[in-house]
């Protein structure tokens, strides 16, 4: 978020820090970048400007990448000043959505956009999850799933040469 254009953006670096490569990323400023379960993407944040004061805050559109740079894709297009994610988006634990708070539609929440298969668009219309009411959600944090429970009771269906086999 520096307001130099010419070291603004996003970069990756090894775990060493001894190296980092710019992703180029055309004309958008990148804000809260977030890995992909798979670590073959990164989902950032744009809206910030050089036009106006850098800020972490002002994200709006959600858009993909591969963390070489390559395959860049828009999922979410706002031009209307009010809607998109102020502070980006999470992916799903399966890496086939996005989650993030924002205003879409007149509405502030928590939203899952669901992408297409090949991560490069939405898949489908945005799905506002219920809260309960109270302030505007301004923030989704880390997304963890939980264990699977160690001794829930297991169904198992063999079929034997004589028959079909529960157990």
């Known amino acids: 978020l520096n307001p130099n254009l ?4 996003l970069y990756v670096t090894t775990p060493d820090w001894t190296a980092k490569q710019r992703l180029n990323l055309g004309g958008t400023i990148p804000s809260w970048p977030e890995w992909s379960p798979n670590g073959k993407w990164l989902a950032f944040a744009d809206g910030n400007s050089s036009n106006t004061a850098f800020t972490a805050d002002s994200g709006t559109n959600l858009w993909v990448v591969h963390p070489d740079g390559t395959a860049l894709n828009q999922i979410t297009l706002f031009t ?17 959505a996005l989650v993030g708070a924002g205003n879409l539609f007149g509405a502030n929440g928590l939203w899952i956009i669901p992408l297409n298969a090949d991560l490069s668009d939405c898949g489908g219309f945005p799905i506002l999850l219920s809260t309960l009411p109270g302030d505007a959600i301004d923030f989704a944090g880390s997304i963890i799933v939980a264990p699977p429970e160690p ?8 079929h034997d040469t004589n028959g079909i086999v529960v157990y």
């Open 6 to 9: 010419a070291i603004s953006g």
């Open 80 to 96: 209307d000043g009010v809607s998109g994610f102020p502070h980006g988006a999470l992916w799903s634990p399966a890496g086939d």
């Open 151 to 158: 001794n829930i009771l297991k169904l198992y269906i063999r």
